[in-house]
């Protein structure tokens, strides 16, 4: 609720609240554009701008309820067939038909709703990211008020530990550093300057007059005047992009969608042909109509709905023990057929935290510091192995400079542990800590008298200690800086004269590592009595060292990237962060090899202006200082490219490209709540190696979806061979269409259901992505079809003529005919197990829910047949057991025929 009760102003104004241009101007431009002052707003007229601008929210998206993700279950292709077929059924009053069908249907959708709604989370988190409190000066009073009152114009407090309310241009800032990671991707804390006026086309990243909403004060104090807020400002754009924007269809949708269409085809053209036979050759009308239901539903594959559900749904729990959580069941699939990742740096492939990685003492190799993060475990190595005891004097030094000018603090917070202050210091302290030097013992072994506290003019921080009775300054801060105050440095032994040549040599290399560099130096100062420690008294000290800092990648990266590498994916980083930086990283990660592969953001801006985008992205491996609507560019161009991309990230700058990506991917533990709820699939440890165990199940999940879709198109056109048989040959129809559903989502939609078990084969990730412009029908699948088919409807059709033959009647013909054709299906499952492989090679025991799902396909028919009201509605009747052994017998014949299709394929290495 409002602390104030304000009445309308009269007259508002026309104010320009364009945060796209507040830096180009000076902070006295921008007061007096907004109609503000120094003393901030007057009541009357904030209320005017509340009623002209709004409160200060962010968009929300509403969840979908229960009742719309069902209904949503009814939009696919096959579904609308399936409806067709129900329709005419109910029409000519076959309402078991019509009753089989719905039922499916039913199953169908609940199945799909329980497990979306399970997932299913609102795209409305950006809202958290506003802090609940502010302060704020109006007419020339501090109030604190909830942050969505603020408005264009008001003059806003901020200090360190402040989540920052709104777009602001800053009118004053002492000290202050700003972690914009979420917004940005920059891993380092950015200094601000009021005083600046900057280019308009200067990047998000390095608007350092200026605070965005979500990001947040690390050290200092500042104040402002508010020039954007809720959608206006830069992350409120990125709540439209995120709300409002379409998701495109997953490879899966795509694909399925062009195969419900060829079967909607093949059905109504089979159709069409045999009732058009029928008609010609005097069949009575409602017997024609019957003929056609038949058809429909031999060939339409009416358990795939439920199979296909299931299959998702197991590769979802499947992935959810990788630590991959999906929120959206068809992304599944989608993992797997990504052809391109493209991810961020900053908390996806780093640790997101800055870590003192190397060590370069004058004159000497650089030493390695394992270990990443706050946790305190690692080594120190040298060139040559373990330090030896003078070079661990040396260290000693360096983690004393390290720990006693510093602000930080580390330490434990029950089990963990835990951090505060600036990240810089807080790597320095860490890196102290595995050398066994702690601040708090150094602080009561050599006590402060006296400090220089780090500020960004400066750029360095110095601390004065007592030791040993006299008086040491440690200095710590950018090497530019500490240089000039040096006359000596740290050697082994001894120290030795400053070589300035040696240490600018050493610096360079660092930097062009990718590290923030920093150096550290102590001396002993003489201070009068009643002088104040200051710079004026750092000179002759001795330089320590320099020290390389950088957010260090994930130990698993690497190889989890090689492994993308070797499963055909192509990797590409879209990061705010700095381009030496960011092209350090890909190239330690082996995605980069060259400056030619990096993708600045002012070259992709000019880009975008010519038209020449997808030239430049091409042959790009890292995009640094990029905003997020720049990674949509660079997203979209990836896709008219031809890529299936997934885009994995962990800030509210990767939300607008996780939404547009096929499927996007967010990082769990630190990730924003923006971009988990934004993305399909969440990685709950935050590990890069995750995505890679998730594209292996996806590949897995499509692998089965094949296998399920060959086992229900194959039997569904044996069916159609032995109708089309019996048609031509004058024989009544040899299956009823009850018979037809029975066999369909019965007994083969148990066997189908447990296909959907099925594990991987093994070399999920030594294959290439498959091409995004294939169809579910290449080559053999269409090749297994047709062999199986024709094998198992031509058998199944001389049996039918046969009995007929012997003088069995019309139903005991079709009763042996439906139970042949359970067993084909029995039989022809373990074909289903392999495109390639034979069935000798898949041990049984690997898939024990197929091998129980088979037995219980045959007890569940047999039992049917000794049921009496079941066995009434099926028309079928118990067999001897010489006559069920004599046609398993017959089923075993598809098993011999897929078998030599299959050693002919390995033999003479056919294409797939």
């Known amino acids: 609720m409002s602390i104030y009760n304000y009445k309308k102003s009269d007259d508002v104004g026309s104010l320009v609240s364009d945060v796209s241009t507040a830096h180009t101007q000076s902070h006295e431009e921008v007061v007096a554009q907004q109609k503000s002052s120094l003393h901030g707003l007057g009541r009357a007229e904030v209320v005017s701008r509340i009623e002209q601008y709004g409160k200060n929210t962010l968009p929300q998206a509403k969840p979908p309820g229960v009742a719309l993700i069902f209904a949503r279950q009814f939009t696919s292709p096959l579904i609308y067939v399936l409806v067709t077929a129900a329709i ?7 309402w078991s038909d019509a009753g089989f069908i719905s039922l499916v249907l039913i199953i169908n959708a609940v199945i799909g709703t329980i497990q979306e709604f399970s997932a299913q989370r609102a795209a409305a988190a950006l809202r958290k990211l506003i802090s609940a409190q502010c302060k704020v000066l109006r007419e020339g009073e501090t109030y604190e008020i909830d942050a969505e009152e603020l408005v264009p114009g008001d003059i806003i407090l901020l200090e360190s530990g402040d989540k920052v309310p709104a777009d602001v241009r800053l009118i004053t800032a002492h000290d202050i550093e700003v972690d914009e990671s979420l917004l940005t991707g920059e891993s380092l804390p950015v200094n601000k300057d009021a005083d600046l006026v900057l280019a308009e086309d200067v990047a998000l990243g390095d608007r350092r007059n200026m605070l965005f909403t979500g990001t947040l004060i690390s050290r200092g104090r500042a104040q402002g005047i508010v020039v954007a807020t809720a959608q206006s400002t830069m992350l409120g754009r990125i709540a439209a992009d995120v709300l409002f924007k379409p998701q495109p269809k997953a490879p899966l949708q795509v694909r399925m969608g062009r195969f419900i269409h060829a079967i909607a085809i093949c059905v109504a053209v089979a159709v069409l042909v045999m ?14 109509f019957m003929l056609a239901v038949a058809l429909a539903v031999s060939v339409i594959p009416e358990g795939l709905p439920v199979a296909l559900t299931v299959t998702l749904a197991i590769g979802m729990r499947r992935m959810s023990k990788q630590n991959v959580i999906v929120r959206r069941l068809l992304a599944v699939e989608a993992l797997g057929s990504c052809t391109c990742i493209a991810t961020d740096k900053t908390g996806t492939l780093t640790v997101n935290q800055l870590t003192a990685r190397c060590i370069a003492f004058p004159d000497q190799g650089e030493w390695e510091v394992t270990g990443e993060g706050i946790v305190p475990e690692g080594q120190f190595l040298t060139p040559n192995g373990t330090p030896t005891e003078e070079e661990i004097v040396l260290l000693e030094r360096i983690c004393q400079v390290a720990v006693l000018t510093n602000e930080g603090f580390l330490g434990h917070g ?19 800590h595995k050398a066994g030097v702690v601040k708090a013992e150094m602080a009561n072994t050599f006590p402060e008298v006296g400090v220089i506290a780090y500020e960004s003019e400066r750029q360095f921080s110095a601390s004065l200690n007592n030791v040993n009775g006299t008086q040491h300054a440690f200095v710590k801060g950018a090497a530019e800086k500490l240089l000039p105050m040096c006359t000596s440095m740290a050697m082994v032994g001894q120290d030795a004269p400053l070589n300035q040549q040696i240490i600018e040599n050493q610096l360079q290399n660092l930097a062009s590592k990718g590290f923030r560099v920093m150096a550290l130096a102590s001396g002993e100062i003489e201070l009068k009595p009643g002088e104040v420690f200051s710079e004026e008294h750092l000179s002759s000290l001795t330089l320590i060292g320099l020290v390389g800092i950088i957010d260090p990648l994930r130990v698993e990266v690497k190889g989890a990237i090689a492994a993308c590498r070797h499963a055909g994916i192509e990797v590409v980083m879209i990061t705010g962060d700095h381009p030496a930086t960011a092209l350090a990283i890909a190239k330690e990660l082996e995605m980069a090899e060259h400056e030619q592969q990096l993708v600045t953001g002012p070259e992709l801006k000019a880009a975008v202006e010519n038209d020449t985008v997808d030239e430049l992205v091409h042959d790009a491996r890292v995009f640094a200082r990029v905003g997020p609507h720049q990674k949509l560019d660079i997203v979209q161009s ?49 590990n890069f190696a995750s995505i890679v165990a998730g594209v292996e199940e996806g590949r897995v999940a499509y692998s089965n979806v094949r296998k399920v879709i060959f086992l229900l198109i194959s039997t569904g056109a044996a069916e159609l061979v032995l109708f089309s048989l019996a048609l031509l040959s004058g024989l009544p129809l040899p299956l009823l269409a009850v018979q037809l559903l029975w066999l369909n989502l019965v007994t ?16 999920e990730l030594k294959r290439p992505p498959r091409d995004p412009g294939e169809r579910i029908f290449n080559r053999i699948m269409i090749e297994r079809v047709l062999i199986s088919a024709v094998s198992i409807g031509t058998v199944a059709f001389v049996l039918y003529q046969y009995l007929l033959g012997r003088g069995f009647s019309l139903e005991e013909a079709r009763n042996g005919t439906l139970l042949l054709m359970v067993l084909f299906e029995n039989i022809h499952v373990f074909n289903c197990r392999s495109e390639t492989r034979s069935a000798f090679q898949h041990n049984p025991l690997r898939n024990p829910v197929l091998l129980v799902g088979t037995v219980v396909a045959q007890l569940v028919h047999i039992g049917a047949m000794y049921t009496p009201w079941l066995s009434d509605v099926l028309q079928i009747q118990p067999v001897s057991p010489q006559h069920w052994l004599e046609l398993l017998g017959l089923a075993f014949s598809v098993f011999v025929v897929m078998e030599i299709h299959k050693y002919f394929r390995r033999k003479f290495k056919l294409a797939v």
């Open 88 to 94: 005419i059924s109910a029409a000519i009053e076959e």
């Open 275 to 288: 009732f058009c036979v029928a008609v010609f050759r005097g069949t009575p009308l409602g017997e024609t």
């Open 414 to 432: 029950g089990s963990e542990w835990v951090q505060r202050g600036d990240a810089v210091d807080v790597a320095f302290l860490v890196m102290a």
């Open 638 to 686: 990836l896709q008219r490219k031809g890529h299936f991309l997934a885009v994995s990230g962990d800030g509210a700058n990767d939300a607008p490209a996780i939404r547009v990506a096929q499927v996007g991917v967010a990082m769990g533990m630190k990730g924003t709540d923006v971009a988990k709820e934004t993305a399909d699939l969440v990685i709950t440890d935050d």
């Open 748 to 763: 083969n939609g148990i066997q189908d259901v447990a296909l959907a078990f099925e594990p991987g084969e093994g070399d």
